[in-house]
């Protein structure tokens, strides 16, 4: 597979536990925010976002919550699969117009 | 079957030699984008298109060209005065710039030695 992410911080969770995954944007302005997922080997897919007049969005065993007062985003998955291992990371959008800032990302490892 | 094809999935070239990496979507998106991947660190922007025949430069677009003649195509010139060449690059496609989801091919891996 590809070599991303050699260095990143990893959450190690059992199967069928809670994870929670966390990430802290950088610009006050930001209005939209995306949580990717990148397997092994592939590029990102979407799993969820909001905008900055939410503070929660549920999605199917996803939910993300945002922290304007702390900077703060966090991806929760509800009873953690095998086939939620990979590499998430955040995407912020300082103001419509402009371009993303991703974050570095956190492994995610499932154990059995 | 809608989507962002990038080709080849690994590429290998010798120093001094430029490559051209390739995308194209048919999802009918406007905007277009090039990234690079390194371990470690957040994808980090090359060059982006929100129009045929128009780009801009991102945050590190030194040593690498684009051109965007047609909507589905967005293709990539790593050339030899990029110094570190080497890491997994993404293309990705959205409606537009701004609050939109970017979509994103399967990656390229390049290797230059």
């Known amino acids: 597979g590809e070599s991303v992410g050699l260095h990143l911080p990893t959450l190690s969770v059992q199967e069928g536990d809670n994870s929670i995954i966390n990430c802290a944007y950088s610009?006050?302005?930001?209005?939209?925010f995306i949580w990717y997922k990148q397997e092994s080997g592939k590029g990102p897919q979407f799993i969820i976002d909001?905008?900055?007049?939410?503070d929660k969005r549920q999605g199917q065993r996803v939910t993300v919550l945002l922290n304007k007062t702390v900077k703060h985003l966090s991806l929760q998955i509800a009873a953690t699969q095998p086939g939620d291992s990979a590499v998430y990371f955040c995407?912020?959008?300082?103001?419509?117009?402009?371009?993303?800032?991703f974050g570095p990302g956190t492994r995610l490892s499932v154990l059995p | 079957d809608g989507g962002i094809t990038q080709s080849p999935k690994y590429l290998f070239r010798k120093e001094g030699q430029n490559v051209t990496l390739s995308c194209e979507q048919n999802?009918?998106?406007?905007?277009m984008y090039w990234y690079r991947q390194d371990p470690g660190q957040g994808l980090r922007l090359i060059y982006y298109s929100q129009i045929v025949n128009d780009f801009q430069k991102g945050d590190i677009a030194e040593g690498y060209s684009v051109s965007r003649e047609k909507k589905e195509s967005f293709p990539l010139t790593v050339t030899s005065a990029q110094k570190n060449p080497t890491a997994f690059y993404l293309c990705?496609?959205?409606?537009?710039?701004?609050?939109?989801?970017?979509?994103f091919g399967p990656g390229t891996r390049l290797t230059v030695t």
């Open positions: 999802l009918n998106h406007d905007a």
């Open positions: 610009n006050s302005a930001s209005d939209y």
């Open positions: 909001i905008r900055s007049n939410m």
């Open positions: 995407a912020e959008n300082p103001s419509y117009g402009q371009n993303f800032v």
């Open positions: 990705a496609s959205s409606v537009g710039q701004g609050y939109y989801e970017q979509y």
